[in-house]
């Protein structure tokens, strides 16, 4: 997976996932994307997509139909089952049954190669701010319940008993909890969290957190490893 070399804040951007077997299209959306308020990366076919989507969050997908193993709208269909993430489709079919089995496998939107990049642009935008805009919710974890608005813990038994988290152990729980159930890698958690991307300082915060989520840090239940790939969140949206 192939990332951009940029100095903005791309945390704050729309993280975008470009899948293209064409490496002209491919790089070619992936740049203009990065040019245009949008942090984008690609990969060159579904199972490298699928590899992308274990190590991070994206707000949308832009992928090829027609591509060599799985294709396009198959992957869709995959994505689709578990995942609300916007998907639109791009193919040099024209035909008004392929939009519509692109639409069925469940794609929000279909874009018809050649097309104008800032076509692209504005289509993503539109998926985008379709997106159903969700308030932060309180999590519970264990015994404890989190506010993503606040850096403390509450005791759901007894609202008075109160532990307070670090500016570092909160970014680390809201980065986690924006994937509840699904595996973070060190790499993206220390994105996320601006820490050293060194494997140490993110195993050595983790650590520290699950002191206070987990009833015993030695066997966690809910901030646990998974090995070789990072950390999962396991938590109740409240």
């Known amino acids: ?94 035909e008004t049954e392929d939009r519509i089995s692109g639409l069925t496998a469940g794609a929000d939107d279909y874009l018809s190669k050649p097309f104008d990049p800032r076509e692209l642009v504005l289509r993503l935008q539109a998926i985008l701010r379709r997106k159903p805009v969700q308030k932060e919710s309180k999590l519970k974890i264990g015994q404890w319940v989190y506010d993503p608005s606040e850096m403390f813990l509450t005791n759901a038994n007894d609202s008075n008993d109160v532990m307070k988290l670090t500016d570092v152990e909160a970014n680390l729980l809201n980065a986690l909890s924006a994937s509840i159930g699904k595996v973070m890698s060190r790499e993206k958690l220390s994105e996320l969290c601006d820490l050293d991307p060194d494997k140490r300082t993110i195993d050595v915060q983790v650590t520290r957190l699950r002191r206070k989520i987990e009833e015993d840090s030695n066997m966690p239940r809910y901030l646990q490893t998974v090995r070789g790939k990072g950390y999962l969140l396991k938590a109740e949206i409240l």
């Open 1 to 94: 997976m192939e990332t951009p070399n940029a100095y903005k804040d791309y945390n704050a951007l729309p993280h975008i996932l470009v899948v293209d077997d064409d490496d002209g299209i491919r790089e070619l959306v992936t740049r203009y994307l990065n040019e245009h308020d949008f942090f984008a990366v690609h990969v060159a076919n579904a199972q490298e997509a699928k590899e992308a989507l274990k190590l991070a969050t994206f707000d949308a997908l832009v992928v090829d139909v027609m591509m060599p193993g799985q294709n396009g709208v198959d992957f869709t269909q995959e994505f689709r089952a578990d995942n609300d993430v916007p998907v639109l489709l791009l193919t040099a079919m024209s």
